[in-house]
């Protein structure tokens, strides 16, 4: 991948290693994201022998198609941003295991433990857990049937597929209108489904769709039941307030209704408010010394690139003063 002007390195990338099992590291980092990434650099700076955990790199940044508010950029494609992301990482000599899923996160004594589901098993005097988020379901008959044939909650991976044709968006925040956008650019015939009375996007988005053509905003509805054969070819969808309901013929259905916490291998050792998010204080720390956390796991409110690559940063910066402080390292 290019960037103008700038040349990926691929020799960067050969500087990577496996995480070893069996090595007590310093700090082991759980997950792929910006906060991870950027809690990386911080560390590798700092010259801490780290591993980085991963199921993939890039994490949600990997399901968005532009990113218009990071600093530096005034537009820059999601996936670009991910590789320069990466690059910098890569130019370290670290740790990185991808296609990695923790299970379960504890801590034995003076060291933390990553559980991974295949049994093998990474310590660290401390960690960084940065595991993100993951998309919200409808629960809906239909919704699990068609996944995958016509049901999609991925609009970069899918959209291209839906040029000219009819589309149902559920939600109304800025993911929705996201969505809506990448769809319009394929001239597609777009309907949205908010269950709630009122958008919640961004009012500069939401004027960019209301002035297309080839939409249309159905505000205060539910989804009842998606139908179809092979694959999915009507949603039923009903008005909270009169219950009238309607069939409405569609090619694909985008679900775009908010993301949960990945925060199951940390419910157990970690402090989480009612949303499954870890309560982290203003240095990134829990309830656990040594265990910190960062990006859109935590309580740390507006879930965004910038605010999760400078939340892993600090995280960095606080494991590093543990460890120096409890003379681990």
Request: proline letters at 3%; one cysteine or more; a negative charge.
């Amino acid at each position: 991948m290019e960037f103008p002007g700038i040349v990926l390195d691929a020799s960067l990338y050969s500087k990577s290693r496996s995480p070893e099992s069996g090595t007590v590291y310093d700090l082991l980092i759980i997950g792929g994201g910006p906060a991870s990434m950027s809690a990386a650099i911080y560390a590798a700076r700092k010259m801490l022998n780290l591993a980085i955990l991963a199921t993939d790199i890039g994490g949600q940044m990997r399901e968005t198609s532009d990113v218009e508010n990071y600093l530096g950029f005034q537009n820059i494609n999601a996936l670009d941003l991910v590789a320069r992301f990466e690059e910098q990482v890569r130019s370290f000599d670290l740790a990185i295991g991808t296609e990695i899923r923790v299970k379960e996160v504890r801590k034995n004594e003076n060291l933390i433990a990553a559980y991974l589901e295949d049994g093998t098993v990474f310590s660290g005097k401390s960690v960084i857990f940065a595991t993100g988020e993951r998309h919200r379901h409808l629960a809906v008959p239909g919704e699990k049937e068609f996944t995958g044939k016509g049901v999609s909650y991925c609009a970069t991976c899918d959209a291209p597929l839906y040029r000219e044709k009819k589309v149902m968006i559920i939600g109304g925040g800025n993911s929705a209108f996201t969505t809506a956008l990448d769809l319009s650019r394929g001239n597609s015939e777009i309907v949205m489904v908010n269950y709630v009375k009122g958008w919640q996007a961004d009012a500069v988005m939401q004027d960019r769709i209301r002035n297309y053509a080839k939409a249309q905003m159905l505000d205060f509805h539910e989804m009842v039941h998606i139908e179809g054969g092979d694959k999915a070819e009507a949603a039923v969808v009903r008005r909270r307030d009169s219950g009238t309901e309607q069939r409405i013929p569609v090619d694909g259905i985008f679900v775009e209704i908010g993301l949960l916490p990945n925060s199951d291998p940390v419910k157990d050792l970690l402090r989480l408010n009612e949303k499954g998010e870890v309560i982290v204080d203003c240095a990134c720390a829990t309830n656990v010394p040594g265990v910190f956390a960062a990006g859109d796991v935590t309580s740390v409110p507006h879930k965004q690139i910038v605010i999760s690559a400078g939340e892993g940063a600090k995280a960095a910066l606080s494991a590093y003063d543990y460890l120096v402080n409890a003379s681990l390292i």
